[in-house]
């Protein structure tokens, strides 16, 4: 089968990924064979490849695979072949441990991440553990359900952590898949949403989507907001934003990697505002948005990309280029 795989990991204006024929995977025990679709380019992708986030080497990218299911290996009776799956960034955890115990498996030490740990949806085919499998909802086809897999599922784990309640005004700093995603499910909310964005063309998506003001990260909103999600990874960010909040207000980071983050006055945090980062997700995270993503439903901005292409995209994600969220399509092999 073909996949784009990682040999050695650096900047990414340098092609890292090499299309190679590689023996298709046979699903152990637990797992199924997945035939994949569509894979969505996440910004985690870029940090792998890069080098800020380690993984294994070589290694197949991507953990936002929409796909049918091949064949389910053994003891796997949930799945039957051709049924429409999903399989996103958590791979695997340990189910044990006191994260594990207490609903709270995004934490668990031993989690392994498709894509990083394990071969992940830059290829035709690929394996997953069934027990962190999804079902996708039938109303999406599958280069539109790709990006709901990371970027849908992280971005509604981070407006459920940063405390935002309906009604509210809410920031979105950094308008690309994640957020163009959560403002839909915000303004679903009825949030009043403001973004915060560098790029022209993501302040136009947000307006275009129902953002009520988009601008600059250090412009002045005119108004204090309630609760805010961070979704670039530049460090500088977070006291820009913290100055935009309202007293007891919360300010999630959704980011895996971020640039040092520069002093900044205790003024700006003083009367109890908060921030927190977000780690991965739950298998409870996942069946709540994809359910909510189909109810809403959502509309999801893509470009698509053949596999051979991937390298492309990394380096157009990683210029701000990309216009809502970035796909791979690649099963025709099914
Ligand atoms: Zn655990
Ligand atoms: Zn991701």
Known sequence: MKAQVLHETGDAGTPRLRLEDVPEPAPGPGQVLIAVEACGVCRTDLHIVEGEVRGRLPLIPGHQAAGRVVAPGAGVDAFAPGDAVGVGWLFSTCGACRFCASGRENLCEQ???TGRDEHGGYAERMIADARYVYRLPPSFAAADAAPLLCAGIIGYRALRL???RPGGRLGLVGFGASAHLAIQVALHWNCEVYAFTREEH???LARELGAAWAGQAWDDPGVPLDAAVIFAPAGELIPQ?????DRGATLAVNAIHMTAIPSFSYDVLYHERTVRSVANFTRRDAE???????AIPVRVEVERYPLEGANEVLLRLKRGAVHGAAVLEIGTSG
């Open 162 to 164: 940063s405390g935002i």
């Open 288 to 294: 709540e948005f994809l359910a909510l993503a189909a």
């Open 111 to 113: 989690a392994r991440f």
């Open 241 to 245: 934003t913290l100055a935009h909040l």
């Open 202 to 204: 993501h302040r136009r």
